[in-house]
């Protein structure tokens, strides 16, 4: 107040205004817990609409700082779910968490057999308590965008609810966590033994508790952990983007909660290929209660959206992102919430257009069409169907994963999409057009595309060394 706008003194107090901001919605989320920290959660990916300062606030705190139930609490959900104490049903339960979340914790123990799991106990009384903070939110959110029409929130509050009661459900986790791996083994073979997910023990699960193979591996993010295994973070983060590329494209069943405590990384069990001693990495998907299923005309839209984005094709984007429910007038806002890349660069014919470097520069850029877009992002999250906010929510885990492990996203990582987006687009054609005349027109099709790839692998191979040298 009564500060010249954009002046350095305007700027350092708006600065200070959304820190304290933050920290104060920071605190109420920890002292609710909960779908607080799920929302919280959800915050800190939200960099194309947010100021920086609660984005940082949450992304710091939101997977460190989660509450921890008390062991008296947890004998208490083993006694009404199983109907006895934790120390009989294991051999050995080891009363402190390894780890906590925003729905439950996990604890170490062993079974009578002697083999060591891991045991997800839900938090005590969330299943009480959760569809009364869903409806408070909503009254918040509602109440908000009565007094403040931009400000629109209630899209999130909307997928919190269609979410949370499959969160909640833990049987529901495990089916997801076996179905997943069963994918990758069917539709995806080629990489299946580079992904898995920990066995579930059934018969010592229930909807609120969760008992898994215990995993011996290193968080996604943990860089340095991750080469002292021997293991390359650019390998890391290439498995990362091939996994999630096909999960999206081909099997249309995605994993949508993939932030860093979400994920592992171990060498490759009984892998002979070595180059220089390197390793090659196994990715380990934890927390599979937040699954997404793409209809067959929604993947395919969506692939061939992203294939548009790659090749920096205007009308494939164009067409694709009003399919997909962004209007024809928010159709290149869309693509730059989708690759946080400003119109000219989307559309910018050179191979690494979409590469970003994770520098200030970026996060600058960002912010400023943030500040510059908010109605008009508002209005664009509002307009798009769950399962794509879904998708935007992942796409934003995936690039903080990235930025973690080797600065930004790689030119690679592009050549992933577009090989896994182009293989699920030409596989729905093939399918629909079976005539000898079609079917020739899509391998002629698919040949431009295979050259279009080989023209980025060649720019991919002239970058690598200016890359090792810049670093």
């Not at 209630?154 to 997943?180: M, T, Y």
């Not at 080469?227 to 494209?249: C, H, Q, T, W, Y």
Request: proline share 5%; glycine share 4%.
């Amino acid at each position: 107040w009564g500060l010249q706008p954009d002046s350095p003194a305007w700027l350092s107090a708006k600065h200070d205004a959304h820190l304290r901001s933050a920290n104060r919605l920071q605190e109420l989320c920890f002292r609710n817990g909960g779908i607080y920290i799920k929302l919280g959660q959800h915050i800190a990916q939200l960099e194309y609409v947010l100021p920086q300062e609660y984005v940082q606030t949450m992304r710091e705190s939101m997977l460190k700082r989660c509450p921890v139930s008390s062991y008296e609490e947890v004998r208490g959900v083993f006694k009404k779910e199983i109907g006895e104490l934790p120390e009989t049903v294991f051999a050995e339960f080891d009363p402190v968490p390894i780890a906590s979340a925003s729905l439950a914790q996990v604890h170490a123990a062993t079974t009578h057999d002697g083999k060591k799991v891991a045991v997800k106990v839900q938090h005590d009384h969330l299943l009480d308590t959760s569809v009364i903070d869903i409806a408070t939110v909503d009254l918040v959110v509602n109440a908000l965008n009565y007094i403040f029409p931009t400000f629109d929130y209630r899209w999130l509050v909307d997928e919190i609810r269609e979410s949370a009661p499959k969160e909640l459900d833990f049987l529901c986790e495990a089916q997801n966590s076996e179905r997943c791996l069963v994918n990758f083994r069917k539709l995806s073979p080629h990489i299946a033994n580079s992904i898995y997910t920990p066995k579930v023990y059934w018969n010592l699960s229930t909807s609120r508790i969760l008992t898994m193979e215990y995993i011996d591996a290193k968080e996604v993010t943990d860089v340095k952990g991750i080469k002292d295994l021997g293991i390359r973070p650019v390998d890391v983060s290439n498995l990362v983007n091939k996994a999630f590329a096909e999960m999206i494209f081909k099997h249309g069943f995605v994993h949508c909660d993939p932030h860093a405590a979400n994920m592992m990384i171990r060498p490759l069990p009984q892998d002979s290929k070595k180059w220089f001693g390197l390793k090659r990495p196994q990715l380990v998907l934890l927390d599979h209660g937040l699954y997404k299923e793409l209809d067959h005309a929604t993947r395919i839209n969506y692939a061939s959206l992203w294939k548009a984005l790659v090749r920096a094709d205007q009308n494939g984007i164009k067409e694709y992102s009003i399919k997909l429910g962004a209007g024809e007038d928010l159709h290149a806002l869309f693509a730059g919430v989708l690759t946080m890349r400003p119109w000219e660069r989307v559309i910018d014919p050179s191979f690494g257009h979409l590469v970003l470097d994770g520098n200030n520069t970026d996060h600058s850029e960002m912010q400023m069409y943030a500040n510059l877009y908010f109605p008009q992002i508002s209005e664009l999250l509002r307009r798009l169907p769950n399962v794509i906010l879904l998708m935007l929510k992942t796409n934003d885990c995936l690039r903080a994963v990235n930025h973690a492990l080797v600065g930004g996203s790689t030119p690679e990582s592009f050549e992933i999409i577009a090989r896994a987006s182009s293989e699920a687009v030409f596989e729905a054609k093939r399918m629909e057009k079976r005539f000898f005349l079609y079917r020739f027109i899509i391998w002629l099709e698919e040949l431009l595309n295979e050259l279009h790839l080989f023209g980025m692998k060649l720019w991919l191979h002239y970058q690598q060394p200016r890359r090792i040298l810049a670093g």
